[in-house]
């Protein structure tokens, strides 16, 4: 449950290339997914936090342990939901996206074990899966960005 602040950190200090564009590893800039990244958390923590853990069940799903247990996503193989899609309008205000990003991340640590959210290809995530699934995403768009970054150079 600790990985998250550091990535976090890591987003952060790709800010100042926020403008930063590479086709050839992704159609959107650095800012995108660094906002993107940002909603993605706060939007998942906020069902959560809202969840009823009584409602929670346990189920095995291959692909979720496959992922966790490598511990990243493949490229491209994913669309994101609408509701966590960035709107291109300018540069967001990135401290106020960060600093309610880490509030939700202190009401996820305080959340129960057992509240949740239905990943649309994972099935249920608990407290500890959503802690995991989120780092895992997180890592895989500052990939994304050092990718963009490094190639562009």
Known sequence: MKNLEPSLDKLYSYIPEADMLNSAVSSVNVAWHIEHSLLVISKIIETVVNSDPAKYEWKFDFRRS??????????????????VIPVQNGQPNFDALFRSTRTAITQLQNAQKNQFFVHPIFGKLNKKDTFTMLDIHTKHHLLIIQDIISQTL
């Open 66 to 83: 496959f992922v966790f247990f490598l511990g990243k996503f493949p490229r491209g193989k994913a669309k994101a939901p609408e509701v």
